[in-house]
């Protein structure tokens, strides 16, 4: 599909060819930062690490809608940003962008909001419109970040039409990227020397249904581990009607996919889950107490939503009843958010804001006594292997382990970008697995 031309360019002023990325939302939306990171840097610009501002000329707010705290927390930024560097070339883009339009976001103080842009155009688009040729250096600079755990976007849109989403709004249907565009993608970033890539999508498990002819994730994944050089990979989330027992013995099974899997439950009510759209999560609960009962290491999280429309106390608590039975590594506890223009914004009748906190606050302390437990599992189990992404002030590597725990590897001798295999010895107190190398 050709890409949409590039609406009129503002007159704007020339700026510094230093950027600051900032980034909010899901792993798609931090896909779309990678590629969009790696297209500035091959037009001439500068990609600024961390959350440095100091000494960028222009700012790109990768802004989520998903919750209406994401959206707040993006006008936040896109404030402070102009508050206090005025002098700044604020740029929105992401679903903030599509949902709000340009008049919302120049009312934020936005310079531009290029809602309809891939990473690539707009990367042209910036450089175009803001940089002129005599502000960039004469040699491109080359890319960092190289040897950081990278999500790479495989898949975009959803076709579910969950009642309290807003997401099938802003990103259309399911669309996958061509199995030989991700083997290329994967090849290169394996050659820049990262650790690992998080297979990522608004619906990543749905990847392959719409090419010709009809593919799966599995299919993927296992030419993924046929290539000759690759990253160690991780598949970024899993909705509950794609789990099949194929997908969990790659996942258990292959020494080069992690055993890891993050799968939107939502909520463990049946009736709930048809009043929202979706789907019953009994056959997917089934599969993975099987996968349990044989790999009692695999590492699983589920997202769960608590104050939804019409949500009773007993159905909160049948979600709450199931998290606690299952050997889950961690909850993500989101509070119902009413999005504009979706079936639950509207639907009655609603949960009272105080009985929603209430609920929420339950799920977490669910959440911190499944990370406890899980984590002196894997302590017990005596071995991890880290991703190395940066080093830390005392000089020891940090990454993150196969089953997705934060780590700190005991050696000075280790640098980002390493797989390291080692024995574990106790947590820190920063709450990191403490990981010396074989």
Known sequence: MASPPLPPPPVLPAVRPEVHLLTFGCRAQQADEEVLRAALVARGLTVLEGKKVEGAGIAVVHGCVVTARAERDARKAIRRLRREHPDLRIVVSGCHARLSGDAASRELGADLALPE?????????????????????????????????????????????????????????????????????IGRLAERGAPEVVLSGIQTAAWGRDLD???????LLEKILALPRRPRIRISSVEPQYLTPRLIELVVGERGICPHLHVPLQSASPRLLAAMGRADVAPAIELLERAWARHGDLAVGFDVIAGLPTETEPEHQVTVDLVERLPLAYLHVFTFSARPGTPAATMLPS??????????????????????????????????????EHMGEDGFGRGTTERFLPAAVISHAVKPGALVRGRTDGIGADGALRVVPE
Do not use: M, W
């Open 117 to 185: 842009l891939g990473p690539e155009e707009l990367a042209t688009a910036i450089r175009e419109r803001l940089v002129p040729s005599g502000l960039l250096p004469a040699c491109a600079p080359s890319a960092e970040g190289g040897r950081r755990r990278v999500a790479l976007r495989i898949q975009d849109g959803c076709d579910n039409s969950c009642a309290y989403c807003i997401v099938p709004a802003v990103r259309g249907k399911s669309r996958s990227v061509p199995v030989a565009t991700v083997l290329e993608d």
């Open 213 to 219: 002819p009809p593919s799966t994730l599995c299919d």
């Open 351 to 388: 949960v009272p804001e105080r009985f929603a906190v209430l609920r929420t606050r339950a799920l977490l302390r669910s959440d911190e006594r499944l990370r406890a437990a899980y984590r002196a599992r894997i302590l017990a189990r005596g071995r991890a292997e880290v991703a190395v």
